[in-house]
C-alpha cells in the first residue's frame, strides 16, 4: 500500500472519527440532559420522601397519642356513673391535645352517652364506614371517613371529594372496650384536620406541592390541596391504595392527569395503623429550571464543538503520517494502564530479575510514604528483601515462608505462584494484608508481580465471630435462634443442660414438640407470637417440661432479627432457669399467709381476703356471712392436758371445719383459740345453718391426745358485711360481739350479731 492510499486512509479515518466524535458529542449532551433532568427529579423526590415519611410520622405520633389519651380515661363505670359530671372526667383529656376536638362514649345502643362536648350526647355516629373493617376489637385503633364541619353535632360526611374543601373538617377515630359486666362501648375521639393542615403546609417546598392523607381503604381523608381533587386524582389515590393491600408499603410513581399534566407521587402506609400519606409534585415544574439551563448550555456545546473540531483539525493535518498516529496510540495504551492500575483498590508491583521495583501504582506509592520505604525511580529502588521485613506472616510457625523466601522461589521459577497472609504496622495500628506473587515474562524480561490486598476488615470479622461464638458457648443462659416459623436453626450447651435435648437433637424441630408442658393456654401463645411478630421484644416466664419429665420454670425473652431489607428472619430466645426463686417465692408466700399451726389463713392474710370481699359487696351488693369462732374452756385443755394436747385440739378443730365449708369459704386463725370464717354469696339464714352444722360437728369431734380422749365446744358469733361498712374491724367487731353473747348465753351455741 502507497503513502497516497496510507493518506486517503488516514483522511477517511480522520472524518470517520469527527463524525464519530460529533455523534458522541451529542449523544454525551443528551445524556447529561437526561442525567441531570434525572438528578433534578431525583432530588425532588428525596424532599418528597421526606415530606412524606413527615407526614406519616405525624400522623402516627398523633394518633398513638390520642390511643394514650383513650387508654388513660376513667374506667366505662365511672364515666356512666351519674354521681360524676361526665364532662368533667373526659375535658382533663383534651388538655395540652390542639388535634382533638372532643371526646365520646357510645353505649351498647349506638347512642352517645357521655361527651366532652355535651351537643354530641344523644346522637347515633355511623360506625361502619371505620377501618379496620369487620367486627370491633377491643384495644384497637379504627379510623373513621372524613367530615365537614367542627364535630358531630354540626357534622356533616364528605362523600365526594371533588369539591373545594370545607372552612373546617375533622375525621373520628374509634377504640372498643368493654365493662366489667362484658358489655361493649365504643370512645371515639375527633380528629382536628386543621392541626394537620398547619404543621404539613410548612414543610412543603413549594405551591405545586401537595400532600393527601389516605386510609388503605383508598378513602381521602384530607389534603393540603386548596381546591377540589379531579376525578383522575383521585383514581390515582385509589391505584396507590390498591398497591398498599399488595404490601406495596412505600415507593414512588409517575401519574399522568386527564390535562396532560405530569405529576410524581411518593407514598407511605403506617406499619401499624391503616392510614398512608401521598405526596405530589407537578414534573413539569420541577424540570423548568433544568431546562432553561440546559438551552444555555445547548448553545456552548456548539460553539465548543466547533471550536474543538476546528482544533482537530489543524492538528491532524500537523501529524498525519502513520507512525506519529502509531506512537500517539502506545502512549495512550501505556496511559490507559497505568490509569487501570492506579484505579485498582491493592498495591502492585513489578520487581525486575535484579529483584528491584520496576514499576508501582499510585496505592503503592501511598503505603510506601506512610512506611518511609524508597519509591520506584530513586537511586536506590527498593529489593524485595527489605519489603519483606515489613510483614510477618499471620500464623507466626516456625514452618510458615515468610516473603523474601516466597518471592524468591518465584524468580527462580521453582514456584508458580505464591500466596499468603502478613501481619503488617500500619497507620491506623496492626493490619492484615494478603499477598499474592505470581511470575512475569515479556519479550527478554521477566521478574515477579506482587500484588497486595488490605484483608484487615475480613480478618476481624472473622476473629468478631469466633469471639461471639465462644460468648454464647460459654453463657450460662440457654439461647435458642429459630426461623421465623420456629424450627431451631442453633442452640448452645447451655439449652441442653435445661432442657436435656441436645443441639443436634434439637436442630430442625420446634421447641413446643421438646417442652412443652401444657401448662399454657393457646391464648397466652397467641399473644407471644403477636408480639415477636410486629418486630417487638417479648419476655415473660412459662412453664415447661424437661427431657425427663419434670417440670421447671423458664423467664424467656425473644427478640426478632430483621434483615437489612426490614424483614423478619430469625428469632433468638433467651432461656434462664427460675425454678428455685420460684419455690423459694412460694415458700415464703405460704410462711406469709398461712398459720404455721393450724395451717389455715394467719390473721394478716384473713383480714386482707375481708377487705377484698367487702369492696365486692360494696361494689357489686351481693350477701357476705362472717362467722366469729371460740372453743369453750380451751384454757382447761391447756391446764389439765398440757400444751401440746391444746396444739393437737386446735389442729383438729381446723380439720372439722374445713371439711364442713365449702370450696369458697375461707377460715382464719385470728389468735389463740379463736377463727373467723368468710362465707361468700351466704345469706344470714344460709350462715346461721352451716354456724349450727359447724358447731355440732365440733362437738361431735373426739381429740386424742396421748391415751387422753378431750371433747370440746364452741361458740360461734354471725354477722353480715353491709355495704356500709368502711373497714374490716366493723363486721369483726359485731361477730366478737354476737360471740360474746353467746358465751354469756351458756356456751356452745349459735348467736347472730345485729
Not at 43 to 64: C, F, G, K, W
Not at 93 to 121: E, F, Y
Not at 647 to 669: F, K, N, Q, Y
Request: hydrophobic share 45%; aromatic share 6%; glycine share 6%.
Amino acid at each position: 500500500m502507497g503513502r497516497r492510499d496510507l493518506t486517503r486512509l488516514g483522511d477517511a479515518g480522520f472524518f470517520f472519527l469527527l463524525l464519530v466524535f460529533v455523534v458522541a458529542s451529542v449523544t454525551a449532551f443528551d445524556y447529561y440532559a437526561q442525567r441531570l433532568k434525572a438528578a433534578v427529579s431525583d432530588s425532588h423526590l428525596s424532599l418528597m420522601q421526606v415530606e412524606t415519611r413527615h407526614a406519616i410520622d405525624l400522623i402516627v405520633q398523633t394518633l398513638d397519642a390520642v390511643h394514650l389519651s383513650l387508654l388513660s380515661l376513667p374506667a366505662i363505670e365511672q364515666l356512666i356513673d351519674p354521681v360524676f359530671r361526665p364532662d368533667e372526667l373526659l375535658l382533663p383529656a383534651l388538655t395540652h391535645q390542639p388535634h382533638l376536638r372532643s371526646i365520646s362514649l357510645i353505649g351498647p345502643d349506638g347512642l352517645i352517652l357521655v361527651s366532652s362536648n355535651l351537643a354530641n350526647v344523644g346522637l347515633r355516629p355511623d360506625l361502619t364506614d371505620f377501618v379496620p373493617g369487620g367486627m370491633p376489637t377491643t384495644g384497637i385503633l379504627r379510623i373513621g371517613p372524613a367530615y365537614a364541619g367542627r364535630d358531630y353535632s354540626d357534622g356533616e360526611r364528605i362523600v365526594e371529594r371533588n369539591q373545594a374543601p370545607a372552612h373546617l373538617e375533622f375525621f373520628p377515630v374509634s377504640r372498643t372496650v368493654e365493662s366489667r359486666d362484658r358489655q361493649q362501648y365504643v370512645l371515639l375521639a375527633v380528629i382536628n384536620v386543621d392541626f394537620f393542615l398547619n404543621r404539613l403546609m410548612a414543610t412543603l417546598n413549594s405551591t405545586q406541592d401537595r400532600i393527601d392523607v389516605v386510609r388503605y381503604d383508598g378513602r381521602l381523608l384530607f389534603s393540603t390541596a386548596e381546591r377540589g381533587l379531579g376525578e383522575d386524582e383521585i383514581d390515582a389515590i385509589e391505584r396507590i391504595a390498591a398497591r398498599w393491600a399488595e404490601a406495596d408499603f412505600t415507593g414512588t410513581s409517575e401519574e399522568v392527569s386527564a390535562d396532560g399534566d405530569e405529576w410524581i407521587a411518593t407514598w407511605r402506609l403506617a406499619r401499624i395503623l391503616p392510614v398512608g400519606a401521598v405526596s405530589w409534585l407537578d414534573k413539569n415544574v420541577v424540570l423548568a429550571d433544568a431546562r432553561d439551563e440546559l438551552r444555555q448550555q445547548q448553545w456552548i456545546l456548539l460553539l465548543a464543538l466547533a471550536t474543538v473540531l476546528l482544533v482537530i483539525t489543524v492538528s491532524f493535518v500537523m501529524v498525519r503520517r502513520v507512525y506519529r498516529r502509531y506512537l500517539t496510540v502506545q502512549t495512550e495504551a501505556s496511559k490507559r494502564l497505568a490509569q487501570l492500575l492506579d484505579a485498582l483498590p491493592a498495591n502492585v508491583l513489578l520487581f525486575g530479575e535484579d529483584g528491584h521495583v520496576r514499576l508501582a501504582n499510585r496505592s503503592w506509592h501511598d503505603f510506601a510514604k506512610r512506611h518511609g520505604l524508597p519509591l520506584p525511580g530513586d537511586a536506590h529502588s527498593m529489593h524485595f528483601s527489605a519489603l519483606s521485613t515489613c510483614f510477618s506472616h499471620r500464623l507466626a510457625q516456625a514452618d510458615c515462608v515468610n516473603l523474601e523466601q516466597g518471592v524468591t522461589a518465584v524468580m527462580n521459577e521453582h514456584w508458580k505462584a505464591f500466596d499468603g497472609e502478613f501481619r503488617f504496622e500500619g497507620d491506623r495500628g496492626e493490619r492484615w494484608a494478603q499477598i499474592m506473587v505470581r511470575p512475569f515474562r515479556q519479550r527478554d524480561a521477566k521478574g515477579v508481580v506482587m500484588l497486595q490486598l488490605d484483608v484487615t476488615d475480613r480478618h476481624r470479622a472473622e476473629e468478631g465471630m469466633e469471639m461471639l461464638d465462644a460468648a454464647l458457648n460459654a453463657t450460662a443462659n440457654a439461647i435458642v435462634i429459630t426461623d421465623t416459623n420456629a424450627v431451631i436453626e442453633w442452640a448452645n450447651p447451655a439449652f441442653t443442660r435445661l432442657t436435656g435435648w441436645s443441639a443436634s437433637e434439637a436442630i430442625g424441630r420446634k421447641p413446643k414438640d421438646l417442652v412443652k408442658s401444657g401448662r399454657q393456654d393457646d391464648a397466652f401463645y397467641e399473644k407471644l407470637w403477636q408480639t415477636i411478630l410486629k418486630g417487638e421484644v417479648w419476655r415473660g416466664e412459662l412453664v415447661n417440661r424437661h427431657r425427663e419429665g419434670h417440670l421447671y420454670h423458664e423467664a424467656l425473652t425473644i427478640t426478632p432479627v430483621r434483615d437489612r431489607q426490614g424483614a423478619l428472619r430469625h428469632f433468638v430466645a433467651v432461656k434462664e432457669d427460675i425454678t428455685a426463686r420460684k419455690e423459694l417465692e412460694l415458700q415464703l408466700t405460704r410462711e406469709a399467709t398461712t398459720d404455721p399451726l393450724t395451717g389455715v389463713l394467719n390473721r394478716r392474710a384473713f383480714i386482707d381476703k375481708l377487705e377484698t370481699e367487702m369492696a365486692r359487696v360494696r361494689r357489686h351488693g351481693r350477701a357476705c356471712a362472717l362467722l366469729m369462732l371460740d372453743l369453750d374452756h380451751f384454757k382447761r385443755v391447756n391446764d389439765t392436758f398440757g400444751h401440746a394436747a391444746g396444739d393437737e385440739v386446735l389442729r383438729c378443730m381446723t380439720a372439722t371445719a374445713s371439711a364442713t365449708l365449702r370450696r369458697p369459704d375461707l377460715i382464719g386463725r385470728l389468735g389463740g383459740e379463736e377463727f373467723a370464717i368468710l362465707l361468700p354469696e351466704t345469706g344470714l339464714q344460709g350462715a346461721l345453718e352451716l354456724a349450727e352444722r359447724l358447731r355440732h360437728s365440733i362437738e361431735q369431734a373426739t381429740t386424742l391426745a396421748d391415751t387422753d380422749a378431750i371433747k370440746m365446744t364452741t361458740s360461734i358469733g354471725v354477722t353480715m358485711i353491709a355495704p356500709t361498712d368502711t373497714g374490716p374491724q366493723q363486721p369483726l367487731a359485731r361477730a366478737d360481739a354476737a360471740l360474746y353473747r353467746a358465751k354469756s348465753a351458756g356456751r356452745n351455741r349459735v348467736i347472730h350479731g345485729v
